[in-house]
């Protein structure tokens, strides 16, 4: 979805009732604040870094291990709609 505006693939994930995992923190969170102004449906955001888990091919498992932990606990609850991947 690297060709899709940003915009458009929360509008997909919030019609879906989908979270949404991103680094890209200064794009999701003012589309997530134009949604909740307009009454909008949400998508939730799971926000990482590539501080805390670097992109590689060799590095994977660190970040699949905190997906899979983050995923056993379920998302947080409503009202909360974002929440950050934490190390396993």
């Known amino acids: 979805m690297r060709a899709v505006p940003d915009d458009e693939v929360f509008a997909w994930a919030a019609a879906r009732r989908c979270w949404l995992l ?23 955001l799971l926000f990482t870094s590539s501080r805390t888990f670097p992109r590689s091919r060799q590095q994977i498992g660190p970040l ?6 983050w995923l056993k606990t379920g998302p947080p609850e409503p009202p909360i709609i974002e929440d950050w991947l934490q190390s396993a």
Do not use: C, H, M, Y
Request: net charge negative.
């Open 64 to 69: 699949v291990d905190a997906l899979d932990a």
């Open 22 to 44: 991103t680094e890209n923190v200064k794009d999701f969170q003012p589309i997530k604040l134009r949604a909740l102004q307009a009454n909008a449906s949400i998508a939730g």
